[in-house]
């Protein structure tokens, strides 16, 4: 495939303005719902085969989103795409101000393998919404999931407006050569600096959602039952692979006994067994490998089954964990579960302010001082307090990284935003214009620009 010629396709089309009109834009939204509607079986299969994914899963985690963004877009693009009047300053006068949205133009999503469907249209979505045109690249990982996005896209849009491309890292590396309006990432920081080189050659507009170590606190404060089992839901869910995931516990230590026996108390209640449909494999064998070596029997308190044929990892608790074990070196993306603990909680704080700014923070206690002191002090992509995962869900909050876990946000107003340039206009009238910012410049005009400006 001649990916120079599919974008000079999408150039020209873009070109040719259509996708500026707000009709052909709710009209290319609703074709894609409807076509995901009518495939919803397919695309179910697909990501079973890839990750034993059950179809109630899929649907909460992935189709749902894509649908509450298409009907969000449909609901509310003209209120997003109508010009903003904004107040004009007193040098301005006479005059008007506003702000104008346009597309970017020609847009590459590169979507990420651990929510598939999720990760990879959500982004085209809000593009599609911006008026933009948009070239596709899913993860290879899941490779029925890849295949079936390709079918369902590249059967039913015009190539010059949609198109997904198959394929690995080689096809992925030829088409981050070719110049874009905007390039969405999602994936690892590793490969997000690649992405980021890649684009800074043409100086183009990057959005990245990457991931990193992001914390949970248990404080005494807590209410340990709700604790438990909002974390235990949220790390487990997927088999622990989402960006977003509580990557490890941060446990005060008056309540670290308490909190464990609650802990592993619903961990069994959930009967995560290995061919159980609310827990699905590891992506592939490198991932599953690379996790095992991650559990340290030593610290084992819970779980630490596995069975690589079938990719199963047991939900594991690892115990007096420090922050130099291997578990504590990289992002787990995975069902391990480590716990740390602490004294006083502004150290803890410090701890974790020490290393990379997570994609997420979660803060256990009802507390409000304690609130206040992790979401004042510690920098995150975003938070909940007192559960977890559940801030991705609201389309009224932007979501996004910070420093290492990301650059630039998305999800309703705001997708719409990351694929939009903000154009700013003045319209002036052609009345009642003073001499001031005219020549000759004399000691009296400075003093009235002083008070002016």
Known sequence: ???????????????????????????????????????????????YKDFGKS???????EISFIYKDIDYYLKNLNSLAKPKKVKTNI????????????????????????????????????????????????????????????????ENFDSAFLYVVEGSVEETTEILKLRFDKIFFTGSPRVGKIVYQAAAEHLTPVTLELGGKSPAFITENADL?????????????????????????????????????????????????????HFCKIINERNFDRLEKLINREKLIFGGETHREKRYISPTVLDHVTWEDAVMQEEIFGPILPILVYKNLDEAIQKVIEGE?????????????????????????????N????????????????????????????????????????????????????????????????KLL
């Open 1 to 47: 495939m001649n990916y120079t010629e599919i974008l000079q396709s999408q150039k020209t089309f873009f070109n040719s303005h259509k996708t500026k009109d707000l009709n052909f834009r709710k009209t290319q939204l609703k074709k894609l719902k409807n076509l995901i509607k009518k495939h919803e079986n397919q695309l179910y299969e697909a990501i």
């Open 55 to 61: 179809e109630f899963e899929t649907f909460g985690t």
């Open 91 to 154: 040098v301005n006068q006479l005059g008007s101000s506003k702000i104008y949205r346009e597309p970017l133009g020609n847009c590459l999503v590169i979507g990420a393998w651990n929510y598939p469907y999720q990760l990879t249209l959500t982004p085209v979505v809000a593009a599609i919404a911006a008026g933009n045109t948009c070239i596709i690249k899913p993860s290879e990982l899941p490779e029925n999931t890849m295949k079936a996005m390709a079918q369902l896209i590249n």
């Open 225 to 277: 039952e709700v604790a438990a089992r909002r974390i235990v839901w949220g790390k487990f869910i997927n088999a622990g692979q989402t960006c977003i995931a509580p990557d490890y516990l941060y446990v005060q230590e008056n309540v670290k006994s308490k909190f464990i026996e609650i802990l592993l108390y619903e961990i069994k209640k959930r009967n995560y067994h290995e061919n159980a449909e």
């Open 357 to 385: 700014k997570p994609l997420s923070a979660y803060i256990f206690t009802n507390n409000a001082k304690e609130q206040t002191k992790i979401l004042e002090k510690l920098s995150f992509g975003g938070a909940c307090i």
């Open 387 to 450: 559960d977890t995962l559940m801030h991705i869900s609201n389309h009224h909050l932007p979501f996004g990284g910070v420093g290492n876990s990301g650059l630039g946000n998305y999800h309703g107003k705001f997708g719409f935003d990351a694929f939009s340039h903000q154009k700013a206009i003045l319209d002036k009238s052609i009345y009642l214009e003073p001499e001031l910012k005219y020549p000759p410049y004399t000691e009296g005009k400075l003093k009235i620009l002083k």
